[in-house]
């Protein structure tokens, strides 16, 4: 029985990736200035609850909802990706649903109402006003004197103010009276709204509104990018000590391109960026490591095997050597992926997505960015080896030719 | 075959039976209804006796787990400081030269009152504060005093880093008590939300979470007759007695205490007879272990000779060795240098005196002190009548509280409920059909390019997913999503490995060399490769797991594992069995490659 090799690449192709550096790392520059341009400055990345908080309303319902149809209605609403969380036991058709920060009360509309209490509560002026847009429907007011609450109510609903409660925070002897505003804020708008779909007028019941802070806090920011940064060292060290330090930048610079590429994918499709995108992220500088450190062990291979050649004959080959290599492992993790990109919905399609982008500037990362990189260290090293050595008397004395990258092995 | 390859492939097979094995008790887990899994005895009586007790977990994202709602009692950490500021400026108006002054705080108001005699000292005493102290405010001046108050601004900051601070102290102890990724976020004002993935046990977290862990170590006043005075006063059921220690020059000191079975009437005698300024109240529970019986007493601390936790570096527990305490656990207490230095300080001016180790307000201990302590190092004796794997737990307990940070002001839980996934159900079953599909696709795609030895490459592939799955169920750790992501990308790197061997073998066979000589120098060859990339990664991953919190970590710990087994089943397994296939001669160099 005789059967052929199935082969993608024939043996003895020979791309010229080296001839296209300039070009290739040019471009990669404009986009990732651009992609960083987009990220930080316009139009920013769409963050998630996770990083910029957002609103937590506490839902009731008479019936059984489905979560599924939960999710989607409030969704279409224009909430991004909310969190919807059935609690306590099924029977009771509760649910904790978490949305992107809705701005409840403008700092205009506090004004407004503030205004409002000075003018109709002239015995009673109020010593401090608060109005924290974080909080985002409470207004606190303190008092030298007792108000009452109806009066400060009234007060407020002059000024167009829909007023759900008031409360008396403190009044004990000796110190001010607080009294806090609580608005009618669109959370009874998603109520009225959830009301419409699910289970008719007194079917739905909004229990309580109110903002949540972000799950990653400047701490945990903090320690996530120390984290990294310390990452990367560790890489250039073992990259350096286990190849060549000429070798180190090249493998961090690709990472680091791979990353902010896999962030372009969330500035331009402005799908949410939380923490699943996060760990996107992360996969993808792992495997944009592990596929620029096996180009680079073959070219450190062929370095041995052809002591004559150049440094960029040298990258030419090993990554035409490779060719099959890389298309075939680029290929199967894509393909892994092909399920999650045509059944996956929400938070789980943007992950293969992003992962896909990941993955092919991965590949691209490591031919056109990092293999390049070695390329100059070498031409730097060299040119910096043969004016050192052309300084002392002896003049000229033969600078070695390139391709001197040597192995640590 | 030689021996070695018998060795071989019994390490192997045993390695996938222990997985087997640790895989057993997960199946039976998820077997189990979801709403039912996590309720208490439920699984132990669902799985196979002989199997080990621990079983994958999911995390919030995949399962739900205990949503707990803690108040923080910011109006507290204020108030507090507010009073302890007073006493700053107390000995701030000393040092400034304004003398008479004497400057009390309310712990219950958070005022802050200036007395002075002379009104010129008051007035300077006054500009000297407003200078001074931007954050406070005179409320108003009346006769020989005057009075002040915190800023807004100041209580507001204060309150929000009172906020920030119980988080982040909430934060490390759920990650130093290993539970994978929970949310921790404000809610509202004052208000922290904890999200703890499954049900297994509230009670616990409760506990852990909602913890103060404030301590302090406060010396015992030398001086008794604040108590003695109150000897006639006594209600029937408090009694009084005395402690006898030696004291400086060896003479004996006797100290009058209060001491009573019913703690509620002896804290109520001691709120109606408060202590001269300066000292304290401090009570301590006694357990009687011979008589079985408790009993609580009384101590008089003097507040201005103390010594906060804050300075604690570690904590840990450790066995008491002495005679008659029978190995009973105990806190060991290490300083950090400063902590050392002060605590060295405070037991040099106080030797010969009683030093009580107060942990929320309770006494927990008063031992002497003999000698000055300037090791950095202090124990608290653990108390209680309870058998000794209880007080041990406790002691594990107080220990991760310790270490982890007072909380700023005390918490309370408000709300305790059970939540569902967050990534909501239809998501995780679209999820799970879609990976499958993909990962299928990825088996045949190996098998139909490289036909046997991508069946073998296969066969490494499920061997490696096992392996991972099995190392997490036997930890106990918890799946979540990143922790998926970290799990693919070590299956991509697997398939990477595999492909790079057979790749390699087939350039090995172009050169013309025998199957057998292929397979032992493509190997060789590619070993480096492999071990290269992938410890590579590891490095990254290790960094990772070390600083990093929360879904980073359970990324990186993933990611760990997951390379750990793909380097084992690449590299060992596929081997093996390629070996054994030439070995007895049922390899063609065409089909087989």
């Known amino acids: ?409 | 075959m030689d021996r070695s390859w018998y060795w071989k492939a019994g390490f192997i097979v045993a390695v996938a039976l222990a997985s087997v094995y640790a895989l057993i008790p997960s199946v039976s887990y998820f077997k189990l209804p979801a709403d039912q899994r996590n309720e208490a005895g439920v699984f132990d009586a669902a799985r196979p006796k002989w199997a080990p007790p621990r079983h994958l977990n999911l995390g919030l994202d995949l399962q739900g787990g205990i949503h707990l709602v803690m108040g923080v009692e910011v109006d507290r950490a204020v108030r507090e400081k507010a009073a302890r500021r007073a006493e700053e400026l107390g000995t701030e108006l000393e040092r400034k030269d304004v003398k008479g002054a004497t400057v009390t705080g309310d712990v219950e108001t958070g005022i802050v009152t200036v007395t002075a005699k002379d009104p010129a000292i008051l007035a300077k005493a006054r500009t000297q504060i407003t200078d001074d102290y931007s954050d406070m405010y005179v409320r108003g001046q009346a006769g020989d005093s005057f009075t002040l108050s915190m800023k807004d601004d100041a209580v507001r900051q204060l309150k929000d880093s009172a906020v920030d601070q119980a988080i982040k102290a909430i934060r490390n102890r759920v990650d130093k008590w290993g539970v994978s990724e929970p949310t921790i976020a404000r809610r509202g004002d004052a208000n922290i939300l904890v999200q703890l993935p499954g049900y297994s046990n509230p009670e616990k977290a409760k506990e852990l979470l909602g913890r103060t862990a404030q301590l302090e170590f406060k010396i015992v006043s030398d001086d008794d007759s604040p108590v003695t005075a109150l000897k006639d006063k006594l209600p029937p059921g408090i009694e009084m007695d005395f402690d006898r220690h030696e004291g400086e020059g060896g003479a004996v000191v006797r100290l009058a205490y209060l001491h009573a079975k019913d703690r509620a009437a002896l804290t109520a005698f001691t709120t109606a007879n408060p202590m001269p300024a300066g000292f304290e109240w401090g009570l301590s529970r006694q357990d009687d272990r011979i008589k079985n019986e408790t009993t609580y007493r009384t101590y008089i601390l003097d507040k201005n000779r103390s010594l906060t936790g804050e300075y604690i570096n570690d904590a840990r527990v450790v066995f008491d060795q002495r005679p008659g305490e029978g190995n009973r656990p105990e806190v060991q207490l290490n300083f950090n240098r400063q902590g050392a230095d002060l605590f060295g300080k405070l037991t040099t001016d106080n030797t010969k005196r009683l030093m009580a180790i107060v942990l929320d307000d309770t006494v927990e201990s008063a031992p002497i002190i003999n000698e000055p302590i300037t090791g950095g190092i202090c124990s608290i004796h653990m108390g209680g009548l309870k058998p000794q794997n209880e007080i041990l737990e406790e002691a594990k307990d107080l220990a991760l509280v310790l270490k982890s940070g007072a909380l700023p002001a005390p918490v309370r839980i408000l709300e305790e409920r059970s939540v569902g996934a967050s990534l909501g159900p239809e998501l995780i079953h679209r999820g799970a059909y879609s990976a499958i599909l993909g990962l299928l696709a990825v088996l045949i795609f190996m098998a139909i390019y490289y036909r046997f030895s991508g069946v073998v490459a296969d066969v490494a592939l499920v061997l490696n997913g096992l392996v991972v799955l099995a190392v997490m169920a036997f930890l106990d750790s918890t799946l979540t999503l990143p922790g998926i992501a970290g799990f693919v990308l070590t299956l991509g790197m697997a398939v990477d490995a595999n492909v790079l061997i057979n790749e390699r073998i087939r350039e090995e066979m172009k050169t013309g060399r025998t199957i057998q000589a292929a397979l032992q120098t493509g190997y060789d060859k590619v070993f480096w490769t492999i071990f290269d990339g992938h410890v590579t990664a590891l490095v990254a991953g290790f960094v990772i797991r070390t600083y990093g919190s929360g879904p980073v970590k359970g990324f990186a710990t993933t990611l760990i594992i997951g390379l750990l087994a793909s380097m084992f089943t690449s590299i060992v397994v596929t081997r093996a069995i390629l070996e054994w296939f030439v070995g007895h001669g049922r390899l063609h160099k065409a089909v087989s490659f």
């Open chain 1, 1 to 409: 029985m005789e059967l052929k090799f199935v082969e993608l690449i024939k043996p003895g192709t020979a791309h010229d990736f080296v001839k296209y550096r300039r070009i290739a790392v040019t471009i990669s520059i404009v986009i990732n200035v651009l992609i960083l341009l987009g990220a930080t400055v316009w139009p920013g990345l769409n963050y998630g609850i996770d990083f910029a908080g957002g609103t937590e309303l506490e839902i009731r319902f008479k019936q059984a909802v489905d979560a599924t149809a939960l999710r989607e209605e409030i969704a279409r609403l224009g909430f991004g990706e909310p969190t919807v969380q059935q609690v306590d036991a099924a029977e009771k058709h509760d649910f904790l649903i978490r949305v992107e920060r809705i701005s409840l009360l403008t700092r205009e509309k506090a004004d407004a109402v503030k205004a409002a209490v000075q003018s109709s509560l002239a015995s009673a002026q109020p010593t401090t006003f608060r109005f924290d847009p974080e909080v985002g429907d409470k207004l606190d007011f303190s008092f030298k004197q007792t108000v009452s609450e109806a009066e400060l109510k009234a007060a407020a609903e002059k000024a167009g103010l829909t007023v759900k409660d008031v409360r008396t925070i403190s009044a004990r002897d000796g110190q001010d009276r607080e009294y806090s505003l609580i608005a009618q804020g669109p959370g009874d708008k998603i109520g009225s709204t959830l009301r419409e779909k699910f289970g008719g007028e007194d079917g739905v019941e909004v229990i309580r509104t109110e903002y949540v802070g972000p799950q990653v806090g400047q701490q945990l920011r903090k320690d996530g990018i120390a984290a990294i940064v310390y990452a990367m060292l560790m890489i250039l060290l073992y990259v350096g000590l286990r190849f060549d330090f000429r070798f180190s930048p090249g493998v961090v610079i690709a990472l680091v391109h791979d990353a902010i590429v896999t962030l372009g994918f969330f500035v331009v499709s402005r799908h949410e960026f939380n923490l699943t995108s996060v760990t996107v992220i992360l996969t993808v500088v792992g495997y944009s490591v592990n596929d620029t450190i096996v180009i680079y062990d073959r070219i450190r291979e062929n370095t041995q095997r052809f002591k004559g050649k150049g440094l960029k004959e040298l990258v030419n080959l090993s990554i035409n050597e490779m060719l099959g290599r890389t298309i075939l492992t680029s290929g199967a993790t894509a393909l892994s992926l092909v399920g999650l990109l045509v059944f996956g919905v929400g938070t789980i399609w943007d992950f293969a997505a992003a992962m896909l982008v990941g993955i092919i500037s991965g590949t691209y990362s490591t031919w056109y960015i990092a293999s390049p990189m070695t390329i100059w260290l070498e031409e730097y090293w060299s040119h910096r080896k043969a004016v050192e050595a052309a300084r002392p008397k002896t003049k000229g004395g033969g600078s070695k030719p390139s391709g001197e990258a040597a192995p640590a092995r």
